[in-house]
């Protein structure tokens, strides 16, 4: 099977446009193809959410779905993996807190 492309020939990739996605209400650029959690981690965010028990900061740990550290809400959706969803232009990622489901608390 050929490659479409060859590893010399990526060196120069040049991604298509960059746009919008936000994280916590602020404005991050993200690139085609690049996953949240990659589009975070460009932007210097390396934490987005918190633990169940204690508080304690996570972010992307494994970067291949394995774990859960990366867990993130997601256009208001809660434990969403942002290491395997793709970023998309408007997405909007919120700091989840514990289990994600604030109607849940009693």
Same mark, same amino acid.
């Given at each position: 099977?050929?490659?479409?492309?060859?590893?010399?020939? @990526?060196?120069? &990739?040049?991604?298509? =446009?960059?746009?919008?996605?936000?994280?916590? %209400? /602020? +404005?991050?650029? *993200?690139l085609p193809g690049q996953s949240l959690a990659a589009? @975070?981690?460009? &932007?210097?965010?390396? =934490?987005?959410?918190?633990?169940?028990?204690? %508080? /304690? +900061?996570?972010? *992307?740990?494994?970067?291949?779905?394995?774990?859960?550290?990366?867990?993130?809400?997601?256009?208001?959706?809660?434990?969403?993996?942002?290491?395997?969803?793709?970023?998309?232009?408007?997405?909007?990622?919120?700091?989840?807190?514990?289990?994600?489901?604030?109607?849940?608390?009693?």
């Amino acid at each position: 099977m050929a490659r479409d492309r060859s590893p010399a020939e @990526l060196v120069g &990739a040049v991604p298509d =446009t960059a746009f919008e996605i936000t994280f916590d %209400g /602020r +404005p991050i650029t *993200a690139l085609p193809g690049q996953s949240l959690a990659a589009a @975070l981690w460009a &932007a210097g965010i390396l =934490t987005w959410r918190t633990t169940r028990v204690g %508080g /304690r +900061p996570r972010g *992307a740990f494994c970067g291949i779905g394995h774990c859960f550290d990366c867990l993130a809400t997601i256009n208001g959706e809660p434990n969403r993996r942002a290491c395997l969803v793709p970023a998309r232009p408007g997405d909007a990622v919120t700091t989840q807190e514990g289990h994600g489901r604030a109607e849940l608390a009693v």
